[in-house]
């Protein structure tokens, strides 16, 4: 996932191609390496601009984590509208948090969240919100952080969210991240899912103590329907009714 609101360029990744044929169709999502019993899903903040939710429901897209804040500061633009949007389109979605940990404490920055879009709600559209956990685009990759007190700065966040909204916080990370500004610990995986990030045929190796996976970024450069331009495509390991169980909290 990038972090849109940087002048960083995002990162330029061959899309991932495979033509799916069948005797009816052509299956309207596109290329993707999908496993079975995966359901389809994006990732978008303002970076996408105006999206056509129904076009996006109706291209077989089921869920969406949809960029609602940053730090402890900034609120993504379209947030709002693509939130009530793809509910309305009966799109699975859920906000998303992109970490600053150089910034303010993580409860800090889990109530900005929470106050902000990130609440949940059980209606069998809102997923728990998921914060977002990558290199810095604005100074050292770690954030100037000891591998402990990045530990720590995660769980107060964690434990903050918890508190606020009842569920516990999607984590979206890659493995290498993980394991160098964290040192490889295994502590939230009994209790966060985890949203792995690897622009690859497969997730690859996972965090130390993750014995699943929840959802995965194969791609950067993916394009949908009713979205202009590439946008990140997902999967959830599971079939919808197994997303809508996470959702309303009945997994």
Do not use: E, K, M
């Given at each position: 996932m990038t972090n849109t609101?940087?002048?960083?360029?995002?990162?330029?990744?061959?899309?991932?191609?495979?033509?799916v044929a069948t005797t009816l169709a052509t299956v309207a999502v596109g290329a993707s390496p999908a496993q079975a019993a995966t359901t389809p899903g994006?990732?978008?903040?303002?970076?996408?601009?105006?999206?056509n939710w129904t076009s996006v429901r109706n291209a077989g897209i089921q869920f969406a984590f949809i960029k609602a804040t940053e730090g402890t500061g900034f609120r993504d633009s379209r947030f709002n509208t693509n939130y009530v949007a793809a509910y309305n389109a009966g799109?699975?979605?859920?906000?998303?948090?992109?970490?600053?940990?150089?910034r303010s404490t993580g409860a800090t920055q889990a109530?900005?969240?929470?106050?902000?879009?990130?609440?949940?709600s059980a209606d069998s559209r809102t997923l728990p919100a998921a914060l977002d956990l990558e290199g810095n685009p604005y100074g050292p990759f770690c954030y100037s952080r000891s591998q402990a007190s990045m530990r720590a700065w995660i769980q107060d966040f964690l434990n903050t969210y918890r508190?606020?909204?009842?569920?516990?916080?999607?984590?979206?990370?890659?493995?290498?991240?993980?394991?160098?500004?964290?040192?490889?610990?295994?502590?939230?995986w009994t209790t966060?899912?985890?949203?792995?990030?690897?622009?690859?045929?497969?997730p690859g190796p996972?965090?130390?103590?993750?014995?699943?996976?929840?959802?995965?970024?194969?791609?950067?450069?993916?394009?949908?329907?009713?979205?202009?331009g590439n946008v990140d495509r997902n999967h959830f390991n599971g079939a919808r009714d197994r997303l809508i169980a996470l959702a309303n909290n009945t997994a």
């Open positions: 609101n940087s002048p960083r360029r995002r990162r330029v990744l061959t899309a991932v191609v495979a033509l994006i990732d978008v903040s303002h970076h996408q601009g105006a999206i799109v699975i979605r859920g906000a998303y948090h992109f970490a600053l940990p150089d109530h900005f969240l929470a106050n902000n879009g990130g609440a949940w508190s606020r909204t009842s569920r516990h916080a999607v984590i979206y990370t890659t493995t290498s991240w993980w394991n160098t500004c964290t040192g490889g610990w295994s502590g939230p966060s899912p985890l949203w792995i990030a690897r622009w690859a045929s497969s996972l965090p130390p103590g993750a014995a699943v996976w929840s959802f995965w970024q194969f791609t950067s450069t993916g394009r949908v329907s009713g979205i202009s």
